[in-house]
């Protein structure tokens, strides 16, 4: 007779205990720097932008919560499989590189790099490079596509922890050109400083921008992986995606199967 009671004990425990894991926030790691429109701090203090809109936009269709946290970026994957971050959700870009120490979602959103220069500038990329300082966010897709097809263009290719780092030299004339995301510069350019600036060019299709932006998540974790993906189709799928990337970007980027 005790012995189904103890059956029956140990199958309520563990059925609590998966609801208790279940309601725990999903920690969503960002970089601790901003990288609007994506991820910002509002005046309030909070955290905002179009990826942490989608993120809790995520979690809710997952039934979760999200608890946003911030850390550097070159540290983010190890932060991640430290286990102090659940997720990257950092327009992290699906890479062969990556995927060798990390998983991914079904990516999510895409855009391309983008050249920005001085509007009175005549330059023709990548055959006007040569002899140009151009600044690069670093442990970015840009940058590995730097590296790989630009070192015989003669670009000096200078490399920066921040990409506000880098936006700050072009404007004050430390740097002749910068890559970076597209969608980002755009934005960047709508400030009233970057107002004689402009996108000269983008960067084709590369096997160093991988297959789009996805959410990183720690290897065998499947079945983090298998909600987050169903997740990320209901709301691409209802128009959620699509709403708040016309929102903070102007325009859609969402990845539709």
Known sequence: MKFPMMIATSVTALALGHTTQAAEPLKVGISGEPYPPFTYKAASGDWTG?????????CAAMERECE??????????????????????NSMSITEKRQRVIDFTRPYYFTPGAYVAASDVDIDIPDDLDGLLMGVQSATTNATYARRELRDSGVDIRLYDQAEQVNNDLLSGRLDVILADEIAMAQFLERDKAEDFEIKATAPRHEAYGEGIGIGLRQDDDALQASLN?????????GTCASLSEEYLGTDVCVYD
């Open 68 to 89: 946003i946290s911030p850390t550097g970026w070159s540290g983010i994957i190890p932060s991640l499989n430290a286990g102090r971050i659940d997720v990257i959700m």
């Open 230 to 238: 169903e997740a990320i189709t209901a709301v691409i799928e209802d």
């Open 50 to 58: 179009f990826e942490v809109e989608l993120a809790h936009s995520i």
